[in-house]
């Protein structure tokens, strides 16, 4: 699976943004996607996660409330719409895809390039 995560930019807090992660190469709907973020100097964390047939989902606490996950499998993309955003939320923000649903960033075989999300306050 290639995934192509795009909708990045710089936001003022109490702002919105939508991300994108566009798959393609294999059957997208057979696989849980994750969206993870990594601030300059930390670790990747979770941010979010979303099975495959969509029924579940699953949120750092940091962002449930504020952030929604979703996906079209019409479409092969997997959406996370953030909004009250918050200065501590600025990372590069990756999408991930595997077979199993998971919260840590070692669950995920697959993983797009990142984009980068900044909140000024």
């Known amino acids: 699976v290639q995934l192509q995560a795009s909708g990045g930019g710089v936001v003022q807090a109490g702002g919105s943004l939508r991300l994108s992660c566009a798959a393609s190469?294999?059957?997208?709907?057979?696989?849980?996607a994750g969206w993870f973020r990594q601030a300059p100097g930390q670790e990747r964390e979770f941010v979010a996660a979303?099975?495959?047939?969509?029924?579940?989902?699953y949120y750092a606490d940091s962002v449930k409330g504020r952030f929604t996950i979703s996906r079209d499998n019409a479409e092969n993309t997997v959406f996370l719409q953030m909004n009250s955003l918050k200065p501590e939320d600025t990372a590069v923000y990756y999408c991930?895809?595997?077979?199993?649903?998971?919260?840590?960033?070692?669950?995920?075989?697959?993983w797009g390039q990142g984009t980068l999300v900044t909140v000024s306050s």
């Open positions: 979303i099975t495959s047939g969509r029924r579940y989902t």
């Open positions: 190469g294999r059957t997208f709907s057979g696989y849980a």
């Open positions: 991930a895809a595997d077979k199993v649903t998971g919260v840590t960033p070692r669950e995920y075989d697959y």
